[in-house]
C-alpha cells in the first residue's frame, strides 16, 4: 500500500465493494477516510482497512448499518472479541449451510424416485423461524383441516408406500417435461395431468377449484416455481396450463 494511503477507487477495488458504498460510509460517519490528498481525494490509511472488514463482516452476518456504527462507537470495542464471534457465528452458519446441502440433495433424489423424505429431513437445516414460516405459509394457503390431513395421510404410509409415491412424482414430472412442446391440451399432456392428479390425493384431495389453484402455485410461487423450472424451463407456466385445461372438464365424481 502506497505510504500516502489507498484512494477510494483502489480501496473499493481491493475490498470488492463500490465506490458508491464508501461515500456512503463516509456521509454517515461509518468510515472517514484518514486524510485528503492536495486535490481533495480521500485517502484511507492500514487502521481504515481494518475497519472496513469489519463493518463487512457485519454486513455479511445481516447486522444493518446503524447497529454496526453503535457497536464500532462503543468505548470497550475489541476488534479481536469481535473476529471470535464473527468465527463462531459463520462457524454456525457454515455448519447449517452443509445440513441444507444434504437436506437437497435428499430432496432432489426424492424427485426423481431414489430416495424417499421422512418429515424430519424435508426441514433439516433450516433456521427454526423458517420452519415455521414455512409452515405456517401452508396452513395460510389451503387451511389447517387440509394441512393436517395431509399431514396424517403422509403419517399413514409405509415406508415403501412413500418411495413407490415419491417414484411416481418424479415420473410424473418427467412425462410432462418431455410433452413441453405440446399443446397444454393435448391429449398426452392431459393423460399426465390426469396422473399428476392422482398423484396429489396421496395427500389431499382437490376439487376443480382447489387444483386450478394448486396449478398457479406452481407458477407464481418461487420455491414451487424454482423447483420446476429446475427439472426443465418453462415447466411452471406449463404446468399451469395445462392444469387449467384438466380443470374445464374435471371429473365430475371428482368434485
Same mark, same amino acid.
Given at each position: 500500500?502506497?505510504?500516502?494511503?489507498?484512494?477510494?477507487?483502489?480501496?473499493?477495488?481491493?475490498?470488492?465493494?463500490?465506490?458508491?458504498?464508501? *461515500?456512503?460510509?463516509?456521509?454517515?460517519?461509518?468510515?472517514? @477516510?484518514?486524510? &485528503?490528498?492536495?486535490? %481533495?481525494?480521500?485517502?484511507?490509511?492500514? %487502521?481504515?482497512?481494518? $475497519? /472496513?472488514?469489519?463493518?463487512?463482516?457485519?454486513?455479511?452476518?445481516? !447486522?444493518?448499518?446503524?447497529?454496526?456504527?453503535?457497536?464500532?462507537?462503543e468505548p470497550d470495542f475489541d476488534p479481536a472479541r469481535a473476529l471470535r464471534g464473527h468465527r463462531k457465528t459463520l462457524e454456525d452458519r457454515i455448519g447449517r449451510l452443509h445440513r441444507l446441502l444434504d437436506t437437497l440433495d435428499k430432496t432432489v433424489a426424492h424427485y426423481e424416485g431414489e430416495h424417499?423424505?421422512?418429515?424430519?429431513?424435508?426441514?433439516?437445516?433450516?433456521? @427454526?423461524?423458517?420452519?415455521? $414460516?414455512? +409452515?405456517?405459509?401452508?396452513?395460510?394457503?389451503?387451511?389447517? #383441516? /387440509?394441512?393436517?390431513?395431509?399431514?396424517?395421510?403422509?403419517?399413514?404410509?409405509?415406508?415403501? +408406500?412413500?418411495?413407490?409415491?415419491?417414484?411416481?412424482?418424479?415420473?410424473?414430472?418427467?412425462?410432462?417435461?418431455?410433452?413441453?412442446? &405440446?399443446? @397444454?391440451?393435448?391429449?398426452?399432456?392431459?393423460?399426465?395431468?390426469?396422473? *399428476? $392428479?392422482?398423484?396429489?390425493? *396421496? !395427500?389431499? +384431495?382437490?376439487?376443480?377449484?382447489?387444483? &386450478?389453484? /394448486?396449478?398457479?402455485?406452481?407458477?407464481?410461487?418461487?420455491?414451487?416455481?424454482?423447483?420446476?423450472? =429446475?427439472?426443465?424451463?418453462?415447466?411452471?407456466?406449463?404446468?399451469?396450463?395445462?392444469?387449467? &385445461?384438466?380443470? #374445464?372438464?374435471?371429473?365430475?365424481?371428482? =368434485?
Amino acid at each position: 500500500m502506497d505510504l500516502k494511503g489507498l484512494t477510494v477507487k483502489e480501496l473499493a477495488r481491493l475490498a470488492g465493494v463500490s465506490v458508491r458504498t464508501l *461515500h456512503h460510509y463516509d456521509a454517515i460517519g461509518l468510515l472517514r @477516510p484518514d486524510a &485528503r490528498s492536495g486535490a %481533495g481525494y480521500r485517502l484511507y490509511g492500514r %487502521g481504515q482497512l481494518l $475497519r /472496513l472488514q469489519q463493518i463487512l463482516f457485519f454486513r455479511e452476518l445481516e !447486522f444493518p448499518l446503524a447497529e454496526i456504527a453503535r457497536m464500532l462507537a462503543e468505548p470497550d470495542f475489541d476488534p479481536a472479541r469481535a473476529l471470535r464471534g464473527h468465527r463462531k457465528t459463520l462457524e454456525d452458519r457454515i455448519g447449517r449451510l452443509h445440513r441444507l446441502l444434504d437436506t437437497l440433495d435428499k430432496t432432489v433424489a426424492h424427485y426423481e424416485g431414489e430416495h424417499m423424505l421422512t418429515e424430519e429431513e424435508m426441514y433439516r437445516g433450516f433456521a @427454526p423461524e423458517k420452519i415455521t $414460516r414455512m +409452515k405456517r405459509e401452508a396452513r395460510e394457503r389451503w387451511g389447517n #383441516e /387440509l394441512v393436517e390431513a395431509s399431514e396424517q395421510r403422509v403419517r399413514g404410509m409405509t415406508r415403501e +408406500k412413500w418411495e413407490a409415491v415419491g417414484r411416481e412424482g418424479a415420473a410424473v414430472n418427467a412425462d410432462l417435461a418431455a410433452l413441453l412442446d &405440446r399443446d @397444454p391440451g393435448d391429449a398426452a399432456v392431459q393423460s399426465v395431468v390426469a396422473r *399428476h $392428479r392422482a398423484w396429489i390425493e *396421496h !395427500f389431499w +384431495k382437490p376439487d376443480a377449484d382447489s387444483y &386450478r389453484g /394448486l396449478g398457479r402455485g406452481y407458477a407464481e410461487d418461487p420455491e414451487f416455481r424454482a423447483f420446476y423450472e =429446475n427439472v426443465a424451463p418453462g415447466l411452471a407456466d406449463f404446468l399451469r396450463r395445462a392444469i387449467d &385445461r384438466y380443470c #374445464e372438464n374435471f371429473p365430475a365424481k371428482e =368434485n
